[in-house]
Every structure is written in C-alpha cells, then in structure tokens.
C-alpha cells in the first residue's frame, strides 16, 4: 500500500516524535470516520484504512466507523433481478430494495469490515442503528416520497460508549430503526449523516468524511487552490461563489450539521490517499479541508 | 396468536401466581434459547416467541436467542441464481455461497428479529460470532472438505455477558470468526451447535432447542409415548434403541454436548406450538423432552 | 386462597402474556404498599398478600412494605392491663402505651411479616422508622395534646434504597424516632402516612393502600359505583359532594399527600379480595379506585 | 457516670495518645460485644456502655452488639399472666412464649438501645437474626425437650457487613429463623452463643462478653486474683482445676467457641464497671480475662 | 515529650469520653496543617506533632500536613557558600539558590517527616507542588523583582484526594510548578499561603497555623489577654487598633485568605506547647486563637 | 536532538504503522526504565528521553522510571565539603553522606525530571522509596561495613499502581524505607538493582536499562560484534567466556534479577543514541542487547 522507503531508525523515530503533539492532544477524545468511497473499494486503501483506524484507537482514540455502501447495494440489486423504480429521478426505496439494503450493509460490508478490524489484531463490533435502538428515524416527507427512506430523530449513544469502553471498535451500517407510522421497520439512511449526527450526539472531536475529491478546491480545476481550513461562517459564502457546488454541497452542508451539534472540526478528506486519516490527524500538513466553528 | 380465553381476574392471578415459583428459580439464571424452525417462518408463531422471550428477560432470565436461517438462505441463493456444488450429497460451501450465508444471516435474520424485540418494547443487540470474535472457529477437516463450514475452537462470552448486564437481548447470528488457514474468513457453523457451546461456556441453566416436532417418542407415531424427561446415562440407550434415530440424533448430540459442558439442563421443545418457551420454562407440566445430567 | 380453577397450558401462557405489558412498565419503578386490614387478620389473605409481594418483587418492582398493627396492640394493651386514658374520645398515648405499641409493632407484626416472606423464598429486612433514623417526627400538638404521637418530619430513603438494591424487601412499622422535646424517644405515628410519606420521598410510582373497601363509591349502598378513576382536582369536588366521607376521608387526603409529593398514582384497594395487588398491578381491569396527577 | 476529674490538658492529651496504638491496630478490625447484665438495667452504665460502642465506631472499629434480654422477658411474661411450664427445672418455650420473646427482644430492647445510639448521634440498626434470615437455627434436641429453642446453623454476614460499611451500627437481638421441622418460625437462642457465631463467622478480631463478674478468679473470694490472660489450650486444665466453674463455664465455653472459630480473642470482662469497653480495648492494663488461641 | 502523670484508667476513660464529641463532629472532615516553627526543630515537639497528625488520621480526620524550613534552606545556603543577593533588604531567589530551597525542602525536611510518620505506624506520601502539578504559580511582580518566588494561580487536588483515599498522610513541600514567563521552573512559595490556598481548594473543615506565638494578644506583654475566638468581620479592626501588628498580620492574612476561600476555621496555635494540635481539636478549652467566617 | 530529516507525509505514515504492531503488542503492559548515565547529562539526550517516555505513556505503556544520580551527589558532596571516607576503596556512606543523597536525589534530580515530563505535557509524581514505604530495605551486612547502604527486602506496589491508573507517570528515587536496626531510616540503594526489584514486583514486560555502552560485544573493541540476544541460560557462559565482565557484570546481574523476578525481558540499551527508547521498543531492528527468559 505505502511506499516501502528506506527509512532509518533515525527518521523513524523522529517521525514518531513528529506525531507525539497530535497524539498527546487526540488522547482520549472521540473522533467519527465516515468511511466510504474508493478507500471501501480499492483493496490496498482498505487495507491502510484499517491500519490507520487501529492505529487511532492504540493512541487512545475512541474511534468509531460508520459506512454506507452503493456500490454493493447496486451489484445486489442488479444480481437478484430488482427492478428500480425512480421518483423524479430519485431511486425508490421499496420494501423489497430495502430487505437488499439492509441485508448488504448490515451482514455484508458491515461484518466485512469487522472481520478486518479483528484479523488486524483488534476487537471490532459490527452495528447498525437497529441495535439498542441507537438510530431512531423517521420517514422522510419532501415532496416526493422516496419510500423507506429515514431522517435521524434520536441517537442513543450508550451502546457506542459501552463499546468503546470496551476497547473495541464499533463499526455502524447506515440502518435506523423506524418511529412513527414505520414503527419497528428498518430505514435507509445516508451515511454522512449518519456519521454527522452520531458525532453530534456523542461530543466528537473531529468528523472525519472520506471523499473521493481533494477537498473544497477554490478551483476545481486546480489542484493547488485547496482550501485548507475554513470557519463555519465563512461557508455561505463559498456556497454563493459557486465555490462549493455541486457534489460539494451535501458533503459541506453535512459538516455544517456536525458542527452546528458541537463537534470542533470536521474534516473533507480525500480517501484516495493510502493512509489519508494518519496524515491528517499526525501530522503538521495534513490534507483535505478542515472545516471549524 | 394465542386463543383469547374469557379468563377471569381470579384466573389470571392464579396463572401469575401458578409461575411464581419458577420465577423465583430462574432469577439470573441464563438460558440460551435456539430459535428456529417453523416459529420464525409463521408469524403468529414468531410474535408469540418474542413475546416469551420478552417475559423470560423481565422476570430476570439472562435470556440469548441464537438463530440460523436455512429457508432464507436457499431463497436468496435461488434468487441471485447461485447453483450449488454437491459433495457426496452434502453442499458446498463456497466463498460466494459463505457470502449469501454471511448476508442473509446477519443482515437480515438477525436484524429482523431485533426489530421484533425492540419494537415489543424491549433493547436487543444483533450480533454474530464475528463481533467481538465471540465465536472462532477452523474449518471441519472431514472426509469431503465442505468448504467454509467451521466447527466452533473458542467462545468469548465477555460481549454477551455485556449486553446481558446493560439489559438488552443478544440475538446472535451463527457465523464465526475463522482461523488457522481461514483466519479472518467468516465461516458457516451450525446453529445447534452454536447455541450449545455459548450455553456450556456462559454456564447457562437451560438450553431450549426449539424444533418441529414434540420431543422424544417412544414410538414416532403416538402422540402420547412422549419421553418427558431423560438422564444423560439414558441416551446412548435410547440410541441403541432406535428411540432417537434420525433427525432427533443431531438435536440429542447437540444436547448431550451442552450438558457435557456443564449446562443443568436442555430441552427439545416443540416450537409449532404457541408460547412453548413459557409453558416449558414458567407451568408444571411443560412440553417436550427434557434432558439432564 | 385463590380458587384452583382447572386452567389450561393455553390459559397460562395467555395470562402471562396479559400480564407482560404491565411487568415491562413497572420495571424498576418503586412501588410502596399499605398493608392493612383484613389482608392482615385472614390467614389466607395474609398469605396470598405474601406472595402477590414476592411476585411483584420478582419481576423487578422495588417493593416496600409499610404496616401498622392495631387489633394487635388492642389485644396486647388488653392483656397487660393497661387501662387507656381518652382525650376528647382519642386514647392518648402515654409512655407506657408507647411501650407497648413499639414492642408489638416492631417485635411482633413487623417480624412475624418478615417471617413469612422468608419462608416463601426471598429475603425480608424487617425495620422501623427508629432504623438509621429513617422517619423522624415531632409530637403533633393539636387542640388536644394525644401524648406520643408524631408527625413525619423527615424520611431518610437511604437504608430502604440499600435494603432495595439487595433485593431484599424492606418491611416496615410505623414508629419514628421522635426529634425535638422528644428527641431520642419512638413516636407513634399513623401508618398511612408513613406510607405515603416514605413514598413520596423514594420518588415511588405508585401509593398502594389495602383497605376494608371496594375503592370510592359513587353510591355507598351500590358496589357497582366504584368511581375507577379519579384525577388530584376532582378530590375536593368529590369532598362537597358528600361522596368522599367518614372513613375515606383520611384515605383519599393520604393519597392527596403523596401525589402532591410527587408519586405518580396512589390506589384505595380492596384488601379483602386475594391477590388483590397482582389484579391491581397487572391486568386491565384493575380493581379499586386510582388517584392520579 | 465516669467521676468527673479535674484532667489538665496535658493529661487529657497523655490519655488520648496513650490510647493511639491501640487505636492504630484496631483500625478496621471487627469487634462484636456481647450486652449485657448490669450494663443493661443501671441506666448510668448503659449510658457509658453507648458511649463506649460509639468510640469504638468512631475510631474505625467495625463494631457489632449482640443482645438478649432476660429481665425484660420475665417481667413481661408476668406482666401477661402467662404460666411457665418447667422441665426438669428449664423454662418450656412455648409458642406463647416465644411471641414474647420475640416481642421483647426485637422490639422493646432492641430498638431502645438503637435509640440511644443515634441519639448519641450515630446511626445504627436494630435487627434480629430473622431479617436477611441472619442467624439459621433449628430446633435443640436434648434430653427434655425446652420447646422453641434453637442451635444456629448457619451465619450469613451479609446483611452485618453491609451495615458496617454504611457507618451505621448493627444491634442483634438473639432471635433466629427456623429451619427444619420449624421452617420459617422464630427459635429463641442463647445471645452468648449467638455473639460468639456471629464473631466466628465474620472473622472478628474480638468478642467482649460482658458479665457480671470482673473474670476468671483463681480464687474466687479473692478479687486479686483475676486471671488476665489465658490460652484455649489452658482451658481445659482450668475446668478441671475447678477454677472455671458454675456460672463461668459456659460464658467460658462460648468464648472457646469463638476462638475455635477463628477470633483472635475473646475476653470476659466486667460490665458493673463504667467505660469496661474502653478501658480493656485502649489502656495498657485492661481489665476482665482475655482469652486467646 | 509529655509529662507522664499517674493516669487512673478512670481517668483515661474520662479524657477519651471528653474528647468523642470532637472525633465525631471531625469525622470525615479535612484538615490542613501548617507545619513550622519551633515544633519542626525540637526532637520532642516534632514527635509529639507526629503523634497527634497520626491521632487525627486514626480518627478519621483527613489530615494534610504542609511545610516550608527555613532553618534548614539557611543552613544549607551556608554550607555550600551561597552569598545572598538582597533586594530591598529581602533576599533576591536566583536559580542557585532556587536549587538549594527546592532540594532541600523536597528532598531533606519533606522525606524527613514522611519517615517520622511511617516510623510511626502510618503510610505518609511526601510530595510538592511540582507533583501532578498540583500547585501552579507564577512569579510575583511586585516594586521588587525578587526572583524565582511565586504565587499560587491554580491547585488541583486531585492528587490529594486520592492520597486520603489511599488513608495515607499526604506531606506537602511549598515548591510550586511555575507558569508564564516560568513555565516548568520551580519556584518558591510560601508555606502558609500554601496551607491556606489547599485547604480553600479542598473544602477543608479547618486551617491550623502552627507559629511561635500564643494566638493573637491583645496585649502582646499579658499572656492572660489571648483572643480565643475571632469573626472575619472583626480583623481589620484589630489591625487598625494595633492588636494585630507586626509578625501576626501575615498570619492572620493568610488565615483571612483560607476564610475567604470557604475554609470554616482557621487557627493561630501554639506550636512550642506539646501535643498542640490534640489539645485545640479535642479539648473544650483548646489553645490558641480561632477564626471563623 | 534528532536530525531533521525532510520527511515526506508517506515517509511519516510509513513509520508510524511500521511502529503499530509494537504499539499494540505493548499497550497495557508495564515497562520499567532505569534513567542513567549520559542519557541524564546532556541536554539534548535528557529531552530526547522525556519526548520518549511520554510518547510510551501515550500509546499505553505503563512506564516507570527509575533514577540514581551519582554526578549531582558527587558534586554537591564537593560544594559542601563533606570529605568521603572509604573502605577497601568503596565509599562509606555515613549519615551526613546519606542526607545529601537524598537531598540530592529526592530533591533536585528527580523533581526536575518530574518538572520536565509535566512541561512536555504529562502529568508526573516525583516518589522514592519512602513514599508509601514503597520500597524497604536492610543495611547490606558484607565483609566492609560500607554504611546506610541497603538491599532491598520488600516492594510495595500499590503506590505505583494508583499513579500509572491515574495516568500520571511515576519517577522513583533510589532511596529507600529502613527495616531492621535502621527502622525508619532512610537507605541508599543501588538504582539498576531498585529498577529491576520494581519490575519485578510490578510485573513488568520489559525492563530498560540506559547505559553509556552499546550493550554487550563479543569484541569489545569491534562495535559490529553487538549480541542483539541472549538467553538467561547463555548468560553464565558469556562471563566464563570473559565477553561479560567488568562493567557489564552488574549489568547483567540485575537484568538477571529482573528476568528471575518474572520479567519478560531486560535490555541493555545505549543511552548515548538519542531516542534509544523509541527505537529499542517500535522498531523492528532494535538496539542494545536483549535478554530473555
């Protein structure tokens, strides 16, 4: 995955020195990973994923993973002979594609995950938002009904602290138990948000959103214009200036909710990085956008 | 489900007060129910076995719900049109087969029976043998190699007694964590045997294999020539005997095993009657066979 | 005690399942009842108390007892000799009287309450209000002073929430330990609003009173107008109306006592039915009348 | 009670640091104290007897009384009318009897002296071997049946401890619960005995018996010449010797009890004399016999 | 150290009764120390403030000694030929002579004490400011530099409390971990601010200032005319008369300092009389002069 | 300190999951550092060591230091004029000796260790081994009397333990409790022989001993000839073979001790390479020597 260099011991160590600050300060804080994209694909950046979650919950980080997972979801869908039905272009989430999507992100990616975690010489819980009823949602009711689809009303954390606490890593598929007139049905929920509004709950440090973009690019064409740290007030106006547009939007817009719940700082990552979440929180440069109240 | 009787008040405190006794003996006491067969395909059935295991939890049982999922499984594999390799009549399981085994298991089953509990009004926590590496299990070298099905080496009970003590029902999956050659595989185990060995290892007090038909006979064909209770010294007789013959040996070895390994007793129960878990565990009478050392 | 009508396996379970709703709500809630009456004199009454005590005990109600224990401190007055002075048509209780009514409160009944529940299974703290100081109270003085009669200043819930978490349950008699001109000296205090006192002050669920009456009627001459139900503002209308009067006068105001202390409900019932508590606790229907908030 | 002299401050300091050693190695020790005797009518005497227990407490000595009550007893037998029946010249214990006992004991003496403790600002709790079923006994079967009078069986300190580490006092009244063929009914037992099983089976450092005599006398017209210390071993002889004869024989039988059960020592000492308790524990010279293994 | 006098075990009874009161109103409550002057000099004192320390602790006091050492900071500057630099005639703290207060207080008079209390049966913890950080300061900027001499801005006591807990005796040197322009140099305080500053930031019940003197005089040459009882409110009026002057006004400062922090009474004592400690805490009389809010 | 190498961000990443297996094989295991020698003199090395030590604390080490400091005692020895007297060449270490010993070590050298790792952010407790009688020792009674120089006979652990569970890290100095005819004294001890006791007693995974060497060679005059392991049965023969010996014997004798005491394993490292601690434990090369069971 990395680059074997040949590195001395001299560097080693200094290398280790170098990341002492940041460990000092993360120690004993909770930091949310949403995991997702090409870093849940590409089986080398899996592997250093991993690695570096490990590595986070070694040094004293209470580390929790919350993933979605699309690309599975859709093979599924297509293997089984699923037809979809689109709202306005919007997928339709029917009983049966919503048994598709618990069953691949709850016993499939979820597990998966689990099983590496532990083969890497860590205890891993994998959950979903069914488990002690951790992610209460509700039917989404915009204009369009998009069916079993939920938006977060309640987040009980005490079975993440019990985790945690624990020494494992909880690994949670984007699955809410339903309220309401879905009372007792699984819902789909986006996994940004879900990552979001468990580090709200939670008191997280940091939301750690892996992307498969650089970051927030003051133009998109150039990769040097990254923006490396931006306030929560300063987020409109990139907004207006067509700055953060497009796929861009959502991303930011699910910062803004961890932040406007309390997390100190949220950060776009580029997961395309092998060991984009090391780099990021252990050392000086970083990478992607660091976004802040 | 069950037939609403005209019960009187003076009924329904002479049936509390009828189970008080038994009440008193299993407070704190863990019993490990198998959950499988005809009361998790029926409805009416499966609402009834939430409910008793519900009662079970609130008069103090430290109550695990193991399940499997055959019929689920055969479904999706016919659905994703997977064909099956047969060995010597048995199949095969391989990696693409483990997957729908992993998927449908604990993606669905699992979280279906969650969603049961939780929406009865009580805290449950869907796990498998993964989580945590409660279960870790090697590959059964027997004569013809079945692929990714494992016999269980090791059972950490640390999770289960954690979410026993925070007051939720574990409902555990029966896939394991692999080692040896398959170390960080999932592997297909059997759910029996599963139930068994966490009954032997957590020390439970009762094991309650729910199956399909009544319990021993004496002679299959009377009804009545059901064997209400044996030793352990009884049953290599019984098989001698043609008593036990068939599909009830797997489910007597299965007990005898739990026992062996310290359980107090372990009962065959006929899961197609309604609320069987409460006659057996709460009347005078009960149901089904039970065996003790 | 109960009539053992012929109940079926079916009839149980159902009535269990009756039951479960009301077991799932009270769970660890504290409920605190007023043991009196003729529950206290009838053997079979008394018995049948005991164990709708332990049932609640069992399915987790934390359970406290509080008893007086007139007819017996009659009896023994009687039998020593003690000639009674009368204030005003009240015995007035001299150090003599206080004597007895201590010993045979807290020797006696309270001991002989123990006993039984002991002997039906689970353990039994029998104290008084003399005990860690638990009831501290002041001689009422009213026109009329009635010698060492005590009024409740104080409830210390500390003991009865250990005796609690043992899971033993608390039984006790209505004497205090006198504070004030009195300071060090039991005081005879009204067994009711011991009860409703210590009930407030544990934050309890629910106020059970076992009395020698249906619940509040409508109509004294017709059973059938039990008022089932009735709301903290409708007491004092009931009051002018003339239908709450004589003996449930005080009732309802000990009731009026611990629902303004904040417990949640408080219950006149009819202790000459057996299991009267269980009926009241876990079926629909309800005996007696509830007062509520 | 104590002559009041005239102690300079340096004096007073001299007695406390005097007492210091003492106080250091009894830190944390359990101690049990058998009341009784004069120390139990003279008011002045019980008054030291309080203050002694209360010190004792207060310098971190787990501090158990253990009390009978035979004066009381008779006098209220009297009081009642109630005709003794004598075999072979003992007291028949009746289940008349007993109720007087049991009367006595747990509810007259036993809450008059927790009274006095916590009016000399400590709490304590009064109790007899029936709550948290103490003291188990079953029924003494000699020569000539006495009737209610048990042997204890079996010691269950839970309920103690848990007293002692709330800071309050645990006072015993020489009650116990039935088993056997008086299952759940009260037998009356010897208090002696009864403080030397409960020492035994708490592991105390000590049992102070008091009596009404200054200790062994190896003469016993002779007050100098008490015996101040004596091994288990050396008992025997002493018996034989005729030293330790009538009266002094079963106090002396008990605390070879206790010893035999693992209580480092046991000491028979005078309770006619004010502050007996503090003066054997805390000054150099002691008074009464301390006996040890 | 005191004078032995002919004790009666009456007596010693009498002294230890008149001093329960006191051991029970203290239990549990914390004390602070200031240790020095002549009682940290004379064999005879220092033994006998050990005793009374060990007395206190024994008694559930929980007791923190705090010291500076002039003497021995002298001695030493001396005996390694320090020349002194003055400011103003007070002398100027440079590094070398920082070294010199640091290692002797930390390392000679605080481990010296600590041995003196094990020695005599108590485990002891000598410790600083520096340790755990637990007293930060920063240099004083007043008129005169006068070098490494700071001011307390923070105490944690956390340390402290979990020495108590350990019922070990804390022993605290006045070397503070420096702040600001100092961050992580010792610097020097003074000891009875210290005192004063630990005790307000523990709660303490009492701050007990070992001097010299007698208490505050209110007329310096009367021995007679001592101040027993002070309020806050009267002392600026006793330095405005000049009753307070000289030597007294930074003690009563510095007790003022405690008052203010939430301590409930701060005693000027006499050190040079044995056992002065004991005789002000468990004597109706006490010595010395009390301060209260 | 360490050259600053221009590492790239893949550099960094690469060296910090190179280290993680050793993080996660050490986390929660006790190590014990013996700090000497030049790694205590030169600035840079002193800041490389504390930088090491918190970075061990910081991925879960349980870290201990253990310290003498012979150059600060030599010296202040000389700046005070206290003239050595020696036996057969050793050095007798008379009272006056033993005050500036500990002066030396309790007081200056370990509190500014203690300084140091509080200023790189970590809590730390500045001990010996009087504090808490931690460490208790007896005169060493050999053919030379050399004074109040002892070997330790008992460790107690419990102190360490409180500060490692509070997170704060421990540094002890070599001086320890007196027992036996110097009771309360304090003694000096040999600080690699303190640290490998300790390690011992406290069960340590390893044991770090700094030295000034490279660790053990067979040339000593070829440094490529470094024994990078060994085995505690090939150490009698390497000093047969004269490859231990001189300076190297004591060395060796404590890691001996230490590996006896059930330690893990003992290195031998070169305190003269800065971060020695760094690269000794999270590098797969290592350096110095290690010895094992």
Redesign the interface.
């Known amino acids: 995955m990395?680059?074997?260099?040949a590195?001395?011991?001299?560097?080693?160590?200094?290398?280790?020195?170098?990341?002492?600050?940041y460990?000092?300060s993360f120690?004993g804080k909770t930091v949310v990973v949403k995991y997702g994209g090409n870093a849940m694909i590409n089986e080398e950046l899996k592997a250093a994923v991993i690695?570096d979650v490990?590595?986070m919950a070694?040094?004293?980080i209470r580390t929790i993973l919350v993933h979605g997972g699309g690309p599975e979801i859709e093979a599924?869908l297509k293997?089984?002979?699923k037809e979809s039905r689109f709202v306005n272009g919007l997928r339709y989430t029917d009983e049966e594609t919503m048994?598709v999507v618990?069953?691949?992100?709850?016993?499939?990616v979820?597990?998966d995950i689990?099983?590496?975690i532990?083969?890497a010489?860590?205890?891993?819980?994998?959950?979903?938002g069914?488990?002690?009823?951790m992610l209460k949602a509700r039917r989404i009711r915009g204009e369009d009904d998009l069916g079993l689809v939920g938006e977060i009303e309640e987040v009980d954390t005490?079975?993440l602290q019990?985790v945690l606490d624990?020494g494992?890593i909880p690994v949670v598929s984007s699955?809410a138990?339903g309220t309401g007139e879905d009372?007792?049905?699984?819902l789909n929920i986006n996994a940004d948000i879900a990552a979001a509004k468990i580090a709200a709950a939670i008191g997280a440090e940091k939301l750690l959103l892996m992307t498969d973009v650089q970051g927030i690019l003051r133009n998109v064409q150039d990769p040097d214009s990254l923006i490396k740290k931006a306030r929560r007030s300063e987020l409109e106006g990139l907004k207006k200036d067509g700055i953060v547009s497009k796929g861009m939007i959502p991303k930011v817009d699910c910062c803004t909710l961890a932040l406007d719940g309390g997390v100190k700082k949220a950060h776009i990552i580029d997961g395309r990085l092998?060991?984009a979440l090391?780099?990021e929180l252990?050392?000086d440069?970083g990478?992607g956008t660091m976004l802040e109240r």
């Not at 990395?2 to 260099?5: H, M, P």
């Not at 009372?183 to 699984?186: A, L």
């Open positions: 990395i680059k074997e260099t590195l001395s011991n001299n560097d080693r160590a200094a290398a280790l020195i170098q990341a002492l600050p460990i000092q120690k690695q490990i590595f070694c040094v004293g599924m293997k089984t002979g048994e618990q069953m691949v992100l709850c016993g499939k979820n597990k689990t099983l590496l532990e083969q010489g860590r205890k891993a819980m994998g959950l979903c069914i488990d002690g009823a005490s079975v019990a624990s494992a699955v138990y009372e007792g049905k699984p092998p060991h090391l780099i252990f050392t440069e990478i």
